[in-house]
Structures are given as C-alpha cells and as structure tokens.
C-alpha cells in the first residue's frame, strides 16, 4: 500500500503573518478555512511538492517555532538561495557539511558555500519563519538508485526542465568526445540521461 506524505503541520502564533510570509515565498494557497473564531486552517504548498504545509488556530498543541530540520529539495540551490532573497526569507548562506554525509544539528560542522564536487544531496541553506520553525533547502541533481520509479519521472516547473536540459548537455559533450562524432539519436540520449539522473538508474554511455 502506497503511504505518500500529505500534509505537514507547523505551528504558529500569528496566523496572517504566517500566510503572508509562505505565501511572499510563492508558495500555493490551497485553503484557508475558519468555520468559527476558535479554529482556522490554512494550507500552503510549496512549488513542485506532492505535500502541503497546514497552520492555523487550534490544530496542532506543538509550541509556535518547535517545528525544525524541515526539508525542501531543489535542483539549484545557489538560484535558490536568489530567490528566497528577493521574497524576503532571509536565507542563511549555502554550505555544506565537513562530514559529507549530511549537516549536523544547529550549525556545527557548516563549511561555506555549496559541496566542493556539487556533488547531489551535499549542498544546503537555512531560513526560519516569523516564529522560528526552521526549514531547510537541499541540492538533488542525481538521485541515487532505487529513490523514484523513472515511469514517473516529471519536472514540477520550466526553470527545473532547463536545468536537467544544461546537466544533460554538458553530459552530452562529454558522451560525443568519447565516441568521436555526433549521435544521431541524440534526443533519445538526452531523454535517457534526463530520467536515469532523476531515478538514479544507471545513465547512458
């Protein structure tokens, strides 16, 4: 039985000024439900996610700002960091963690700037909400195998297309120098390249 995560709670105490600041961030209004003054819901979803975040009044008894170490996962996470910027999140600078396996707690053990060998799952940033529930962004490039079923590969905007297109021309390049001329099936290498990178399946030669 699938088991796909829906819905993640954040508590906060000022619920408009939550709703502004996700939604600033270009995050989705799904709903905002206040069927008396004792209880409201708001759900919000970030671009691409297949989960939604939900706060409001009277739906969670967690204290405002104790939700952390929440994780969004982006292609690129110095264009990233830009545009948390320009929304107004404040981001932390990217860095990446001394152990290479992934960031400790708080910020011991943050090396600046992104992983050296950019390589997928080592690059991250931080920023807080107005009550403090800490999130995190991590660089996914290449998922290793068996993470998604490549029949159900998919790209949530044309920002992320584009990129997967530049990994994989880069890719190509370097494919057409080993085999000493042009590959007539070049689309199809393309899209093989684009869906293994994505599943972690093994890419072609």
């Known amino acids: 039985m699938d088991m796909k995560l829906e819905v993640v709670v954040v508590p906060v105490s000022d619920v408009d000024r939550a709703k502004e600041f996700y939604t600033a961030l270009g995050w989705r209004l799904d709903a905002d439900i206040a069927p008396d003054t004792e209880f409201r819901v708001v759900q919000v979803t970030p671009p691409g996610s ?9 739906v969670t008894a967690q204290t405002p700002g104790s939700a952390q170490g929440l994780h969004l996962v982006v292609d690129d996470i110095e264009a990233a960091h830009e545009e948390l910027t320009r929304r107004g999140a404040d981001p932390s600078e990217v860095f990446h963690d001394a152990g290479g396996v992934f960031h400790h707690a708080d910020t011991d053990a943050r090396v600046p700037g992104p992983d050296a060998g950019r390589g997928s799952y080592g690059s991250f940033l931080s920023f807080t909400d107005p009550d403090g529930n800490g999130w ?3 660089e996914i490039t290449n998922r290793l195998p068996g993470r998604l079923d490549p029949a159900t590969t998919e790209f949530a ?6 990129s997967a297109l530049r990994r994989a021309a880069a890719a190509y390049g370097e494919h057409e120098a080993r085999i000493g001329a042009e590959d007539p099936d070049w689309p199809d290498w393309y899209a093989r390249y684009m869906v293994s990178e994505q599943s972690g399946a093994e890419p072609p030669s």
């Open 50 to 58: 297949p989960a939604s975040v939900i706060f409001g009044t009277s």
């Open 136 to 138: 995190f962004l991590q």
């Open 157 to 162: 905007s044309a920002e992320g297309l584009a």
